[in-house]
């Protein structure tokens, strides 16, 4: 049992909410975010007939919005973004700049704000609105990431569906069931603090 006074646990609050409110805080997290989403990018596997690789990244970015909420989650992802456009190789496998997979990117910014404001509404406290919420952040992904790579590309909408979107489902099945145990858990958790 702690000694210290713990911080009561209410609605509306994300798991960052918990540490002690302050901007140097909120600047820590989302470099926080973004450098996590960075080193988890580089957790890379090809895909055999694909210029997007599997990553740990979309992992992360879900996780840094839901853990730290809309607007210093999107903050993070922006970040991210616009420091590997700027030549930080943190991209996937230690690249930078703008590829075929950039789409991914902006949607993951985009995926970030969202969960983490179904976070804020209480969809990361249990396993099935985790799943929810995990759904959300991955057909936003989907909905920048499959078009910007058939427009990179010149692929049709069909093979950049085969390339870019079906090769990674069971993966990111396997992804949502990691942070539908893991969020659910820290809370049950901060709740006994």
């Excluded at 957790?43 to 740990?56: A, D, E, N, R």
């Excluded at 969960?115 to 509404?121: C, D, I, K, P, T």
């Excluded at 936003?140 to 489902?169: D, E, H, R």
Aim: proline fraction near 6%; charged fraction near 10%; hydrophobic fraction near 55%.
């Amino acid at each position: 049992m702690s000694t210290a006074a713990a911080t009561p646990v209410r609605a509306g609050q994300v798991l960052a909410d918990l540490l002690p409110a302050s901007r140097v805080r909120d600047a820590a997290l989302v470099l926080g975010g973004a450098t996590l989403t960075g080193l988890a990018a580089q957790i890379s596997v090809p895909v055999p007939g694909s210029p997007v690789p599997v990553t740990g990244q979309t992992f992360a970015a879900l996780l840094v919005g839901t853990s730290l909420g809309a607007g210093r989650g999107l903050l993070a992802l922006a970040l991210y973004a616009v420091a590997g456009v700027a030549g930080m190789p943190w991209f996937a496998s230690g690249t930078s700049g703008v590829a075929p997979s950039f789409g991914y990117i902006v949607g993951m910014v985009l995926a970030s704000a969202a969960v983490g404001a179904l976070a804020r509404r209480g969809a990361d406290r249990s396993m099935l609105r985790m799943a929810g919420t995990m759904l959300v952040g991955e057909a936003i992904i989907y909905a920048v990431g499959v078009p910007y790579l058939a427009f990179a590309t010149g692929m049709s909408a069909t093979a950049a569906i085969a390339a870019g979107l079906t090769p990674f489902l069971v993966g990111d099945a396997l992804k949502a069931a990691l942070a539908m145990g893991a969020l659910p858990t820290a809370w049950k958790f901060a709740d006994k603090s």
